[in-house]
């Protein structure tokens, strides 16, 4: 069966750090392109971040470009967001997605990040 | 970037009626570069349609999707307690995906 697990989420202060996680499995991770959607309490769903299956090829929202980093680790089947100088606007359930030619078929099932002092 | 609005912001109705949900395109979205997906609380996001009209597996024919250059549809006939949801469209034509703000189903 296919699966997305998120891990790494929690509570943070302004201005902090955080990575998370996402464990892939069930299907051929390395050709799957795959994103970062968040979810702040109450709202709509934003894109955040999207990578290349061979990691060549990355991008970021304009919200987060130049504070968070995504990547993976293809022998792991593992995809990762760097969150850094984080905002209370960044609060959210950020859901990891694999992509099939840019909607998305498979969600994880979210973790929260909460940015509060 | 593209910006979708959905309409309207929510839409109660009675088991067995039909849906029809609003995603309208601030441009025109090429390639038929539009999804569905629903939301039930607590939940992750269900792909429902690509493509503008292409079902996802699993997905019942009661649900179909149309539209095309700015203006689509989602249309839900035959509604079930099951469709209680919030739903999302989505371009995906554009350098960075873009979703609407949602539609909220509620089910009398």
């Known amino acids: 069966e296919v699966h997305l697990v998120e891990s790494g989420g929690g509570l943070v202060q302004p201005g902090g750090s955080l990575r998370l996680s996402c464990a892939a499995s069930?299907?051929?991770?390395?050709?799957?392109?795959m994103h970062w959607v968040r979810q702040a309490p109450g709202k709509g769903l934003v894109w955040v971040s999207r990578?290349?299956?061979?990691?060549?090829?990355?991008g970021h929202a304009d919200s987060v470009r130049g504070r968070f980093t995504i990547s993976r680790d293809n022998a792991k089947h593992t995809l990762y967001l760097q969150l850094s100088s984080l905002r209370d606007e960044d609060t959210a359930v950020y859901y990891c997605?694999?992509?099939?030619?840019?909607?998305?078929?498979?969600w994880g099932r979210g973790t929260l990040v909460t940015v509060s002092s | 970037e593209i910006v979708l609005t959905q309409s309207p912001g929510t839409l109660s109705l009675s088991p067995g009626e039909r849906a029809t949900l609003s995603c309208r395109a601030s441009?025109?979205?090429?390639?038929?570069?539009l999804a569905w997906y629903q939301q039930k609380p607590g939940q992750a996001p269900r792909l429902l349609i690509y493509?503008?009209?292409s079902r996802a597996t699993g997905i019942p024919d009661r649900i179909s999707g149309s539209g095309s250059g700015t203006d689509f549809t989602l249309t839900i006939s035959r509604l079930e307690p099951e469709d209680s949801a919030v739903y999302y469209c989505?371009?995906?034509?554009?350098?960075?995906?873009?979703f609407g703000q949602g539609t909220k189903v509620e089910i009398k």
């Open positions: 997605a694999r992509s099939a030619g840019g909607y998305f078929d498979l």
């Open positions: 069930g299907f051929t991770f390395s050709t799957s392109w």
């Open positions: 990578i290349s299956s061979d990691e060549s090829t990355t």
């Open positions: 441009q025109t979205i090429i390639s038929s570069y």
């Open positions: 493509g503008v009209s």
């Open positions: 989505q371009q995906y034509g554009g350098s960075s995906q873009t």
